[in-house]
């Protein structure tokens, strides 16, 4: 049976990253289940649906982390939706994206900016 | 003559950073001062003068990137002492800084985290 | 009233971090109780109490991934003590900081290797 | 004629990495053979002919330094096989893999649980 | 009206990255404009038309500086065809790559010297 | 008795490192001496006495590469110095560090300025 961390975040999950989280999740049961609970209990349970920061304000945050960390291109596609689920504008998405260039240099802005466009184009059928 | 792109840059550094980018641009002169003019134009004349969020959004922004980078403690002090500034508080900051650890795991986040209690310390006379 | 993971946590925290990782949870108290108890619950609640891998292999992992990532050394410090404390041997420490020259380069594992040195000479009275 | 270390190297290469890493070999001779020469000469001449740890041991030590360094998938894939290979099995690989999360976030541990899911499925027929 | 920087920095990326660069920048239009025009000022018109270091000087260290980062690939195209448009040799450029061995490890060294690959291949039709 | 590429090395890293390039190798003896021979044969037995390029431009790509990959604040002082050493001018180590602010950001930027600063107060007497 599923704890209550599970639950909770399980529904944190779904509310922030939608079928893209849940792909995730699903893709894990077959190598590492265990992963996929660490990634609801405590990425979603725990810290996810903490006070203090609205979803908005964690998206942000989120966002800027893995712009910075590079080579997270699959986590972004992630994020960047679950950004927009989470009631941000594609033109603030992009505005985190661009801040970080003074701390982490163009590349892993560059990279992040492509992933938003496809995101974007997928989405809106546009990208403004 | 200082640009424009200066003159506003140097505004903006003033108000978020204060005294404590003022001190780096300083400390540049005898060393590398075009590093400096950088700083001010394009760090801050361009990107932090940007609308689309707002400066509590860009230092959540700004210390997500830098507790993610690794490395950074005397930047994440400028910035720490930044985001109190422009009004975040102690406890949004700490959130900012705990919402990275599924990112970038927890040696960068208690770095960060040590970082941000040295600041509180100092500026509050406690850390709560 | 403390979660079994936390206590399982805090026995395992003991076990392997020793007085070290004590130290980094009572600091966290006053700036981040709610981080301090995530490295308990999850990293050793959870993580550091799986089967598949005994501590020694853990340890090795743990020194490879804080050797790798950099910016680490407060962490390399707990984490090198904590390797002697189940049961490692200086020299093993050493090849494992040692072999992951190849991967990471030498800067990474001369800083790791200089905790280690500095940890040797307290704990043994010698290095070898 | 090839040096001492490059045969001892070679063999080790061989009986570790086996055709994946015969493959890089191969794909530098026209662009960078001294290279080439470097990883069989000292990455597995000097460096994984070393005493002190097994090649067990050596295996975890390479898989959490490629985890962790990020943006390594190509050599992630030759060193998860190379760690079956030298007798570690599915579990413990994902197990190493893991334990990296406190160290460095989820998603360079996604990214390699992912390389390493496609490896099971071709090695194994499936992935337990 | 675009700035002086702007025209100052359009030439000297035309220069320097050719169609490569023109590609980036004009891909940036629909969903970062402005982040175009920051590359195209900033990074050319400001940095890359400084004195002090030649053009060949300057792709070397923005080689070395790719290849370290890592997770650089696109980035990596675009300099490596631009360390042959100012002039440097095939050659010297894998010499730059390689230098970095020592100093972040092979896996980095074999990702940006298998992108050089691909390009000395495209661009000589053959690759020494 | 140590092999042709071990005085090979020594005598090159003598030429390029000097005195902070020994006492690394001689803080490493008590410690891992065998890292110590790896330091001396493989980087600079091997890689430094490679031709190709010329020791200047090996120190521009070796800055780049330390500036770029942060958190290696002690091999930067021993390879500021080294650049002095094989003749580059002060004013140029500067423009290698600033050349890679696009690349990598500020912060790491920044650091190593610094590192420079020190260095060229230390050795000239004054900073220009």
Chains 1, 2, 3, 4, 5, 6 share one sequence.
Do not use: W
């Not at 908005?56 to 972004?76: D, F, H, M, W, Y």
Request: aromatic share 8%; net charge negative.
């Amino acid at each position: 049976m599923k704890s209550e961390r599970y639950l909770r975040g399980m529904e944190r999950l779904m509310e922030v990253d939608g079928t893209g989280g849940e792909r995730v999740i699903s893709s894990l049961q077959t190598i590492a289940p265990d992963l996929a609970d660490y990634v609801v209990e405590f990425a979603f349970g725990d810290v996810y649906s903490r006070e203090g920061l609205d979803l908005k304000q964690r998206q942000l945050v989120t966002i800027a982390s893995l712009t910075t960390q590079g080579g997270c291109e699959p986590q972004l596609e992630v994020h960047i939706n679950a950004a927009l689920n989470v009631g941000l504008q594609n033109h603030e998405i992009i505005e985190a994206i661009m801040h970080c260039v003074p701390y982490t240099g163009f590349p892993r802005v560059l990279n992040a900016t492509f992933v938003a466009k496809k995101i974007f184009e997928v989405r809106n059928g546009d990208v403004k």
